[in-house]
């Protein structure tokens, strides 16, 4: 090596340097993956001041918003926020849905949502779309369930058929809140397991694989992110902030910021080899909002 060196007169430091350069893309391989989160905005009446939420955003690296779509708000405040959010490099998708809809009765509600992100997308400029819609149905709240599974699956999986395959013909992304353990139920045509059917008709899923711990919350995501890999779709790490009756192991409720804030790096950490990972999904942005603001020293 000295040789050659000295016989091109190239000086070992500038070798040396481009060394580094070329060690670059390796070292920081995963800094842009660290900023990929998305939040859930349940009471859309907050949009009304933007620059508070989208500064958030920004500072807490949020690059998609799940933002429910309610009567009470109107067209014109969904496209002021939504062309803000564009400014910033964030976007928006319509988010809503009920356990109820996971019946066959229910089917036209949710059809309305859809036909009024439509209809609203068709109307407004290119900056002020929605990118796509969420479904959050969660039919396993319903007290049938409990005694017919297999026929609420099988509603419940005719209808989300249908959605997305109408959101989709309408040039939306089309994504679905889904529990981690969607992978133990058959799904209601007896191919395979529902999660796979699920990621066979949308785009993206986000599992609400909640616990109070970055190492599991990936362990209870890792079926479905590899089965995201096979498929070529995303998924996102769901993660709970709220309070919840279903145990303090579910949630970073009343958990220090800093332990919160480890934890997210270690999802992140023990994700980045999949490539279907897509971020993480913190539920929601008014208690992340809250306990940020809690953590900051009182002047």
Known sequence: MGELLAKAKVKPHWVLL???LMLLPFLFKSSSMEEQKATWLWDASLIEKPEEILDFC???GVSVIFLQVQKSVGAEQYRHFISAAHDDNIVVHALDGRP???YRKQHGEADQFIDWVLDYNSKAPAEARFAGIQLDVEPYRLKRWERDQAGVVSEWSRNMEAWADKGRAGGLYMSAAVPFWLGKIEAADGNGDLSRWMLDRF???AVMSYRDNGQQMVDLS???LSMADQLGKSVWIGMELGYTEEGAH????GKPLPVMEAEMRNVFRLSESYSSFAG????????????????QPKG
């Open 18 to 20: 481009v060394c580094c």
């Open 58 to 60: 920004k500072e807490q």
């Open 100 to 102: 109820e809809w996971a």
């Open 203 to 205: 785009d993206a899923l």
């Open 222 to 224: 890792r079926g479905m």
């Open 250 to 253: 579910v949630s970073f409720h």
């Open 280 to 295: 993480l999904a913190i539920h929601h942005y008014e208690v992340w909002n809250k306990k940020i603001a809690a953590a």
